[in-house]
């Protein structure tokens, strides 16, 4: 299975997020490499665009990302 299609210009791919968890690696594998489609930044990207993606939003804050998405009236 291919990467994320946007782990290229992704901050937490990247490394560029302000506190990388330790479990950042983990998480790459999980949801970079594998489960896209069920990550929280990919989830609000999809659903309201990548402008309303929190920098410091990570891959399994899902929960947060549907309040994202509920909050932009999606
Ligand atoms: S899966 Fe999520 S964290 Fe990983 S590159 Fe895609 S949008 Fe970024």
Redesign the pocket.
Known sequence: MA?????ET?I??NDQMPNMPSTAAV??KM??EQD?DK????MV?KAVGREKVPKDLF?NQKERAEAIIKGSGQ
């Open positions: 990467n994320c299609e946007l782990s992704c937490f791919f998480f790459k949801y970079c896209y990550c929280a930044r990919m990207v891959p």
